[in-house]
T-cell receptor
Framework: GQQLNQSPQSMFIQEGEDVSMNCTSSSIFNTWLWYKQDPGEGPVLLIALYKAGELTSNGRLTAQFGITRKDSFLNISASIPSDVGIYFCAGRGGAQKLVFGQGTRLTINP | NAGVTQTPKFQVLKTGQSMTLQCAQDMNHEYMSWYRQDPGMGLRLIHYSVGAGITDQGEVPNGYNVSRSTTEDFPLRLLSAAPSQTSVYFC?????????????FGPGTRLTVL
């Protein structure tokens, strides 16, 4: 089946630092999605990308759909304490099913 | 709207017991799905439904049954629980299975099988 590799698995940063995480796939996706999960909650959609090369921002978050359609990255600028959580990438290919990455756990030291 | 609701929030079962995880949505969404989340493995699709009366298998369907008798409800059944089914289960829904449709997730059910 389709596989997504998300890195890094965890990050420990200082408040105010920028964050970058990425996902790569062995196969092509038509849609890339980035979710955030808070403890005890379900994932919440942050950014959706639908075209190769697309660069989309949502406040301090920026995500890009790779030109090869096999990768995507998410950047968070000027991190704040409420950014703490687990970030997941997800890809949707021809079967219309979502495939999720393993997640990046973000911890912020004030 | 309540969005996607799941019950129970927590459940402990003994090996071999059966139970049903409930999922309901009030957004008139056609597409509903069940995922399990295990440490270091992200979310994996168990079963999904593109509309009432239609279900299909996802990536990890073994040991689980589903049915979709109404648009609103999509229960997940464990017929004979096993310790390997200890996980957090999420239900999700979207308007359709189209590329641009956002999936909304429920709060999850944390299941422990002893």
């Amino acid at each position: 089946g389709q596989q997504l590799n998300q890195s890094p698995q965890s990050m420990f940063i200082q408040e105010g630092e920028d964050v970058s995480m990425n996902c790569t796939s062995s196969s092509i996706f038509n849609t890339w999605l980035w979710y955030k999960q808070d403890p005890g909650e379900g994932p919440v959609l942050l950014i959706a990308l639908y075209k190769a090369g697309e660069l989309t921002s949502n406040g301090r978050l920026t995500a890009q759909f790779g030109i090869t359609r096999k990768d995507s990255f998410l950047n968070i600028s000027a991190s704040i304490p409420s950014d703490v959580g687990i970030y997941f990438c997800a890809g949707r290919g021809g079967a219309q099913k979502l495939v999720f990455g393993q997640g990046t756990r973000l911890t912020i030291n004030p | 709207n309540a969005g996607v609701t799941q019950t129970p929030k927590f459940q402990v079962l003994k090996t071999g017991q059966s139970m049903t995880l409930q999922c309901a949505q009030d957004m008139n969404h056609e597409y509903m799905s069940w995922y399990r989340q295990d440490p270091g493995m992200g979310l994996r699709l168990i079963h999904y439904s593109v509309g009432a009366g239609i279900t299909d298998q996802g990536e990890v369907p073994n040991g689980y049954n589903v049915s979709r008798s109404t648009t609103e409800d999509f229960p997940l059944r464990l017929l004979s629980a096993a310790p390997s089914q200890t996980s957090v289960y999420f239900c999700a829904s979207s308007y359709s299975s189209g590329l641009t449709d956002t999936q909304y997730f429920g709060p999850g059910t944390r299941l422990t099988v002893l």
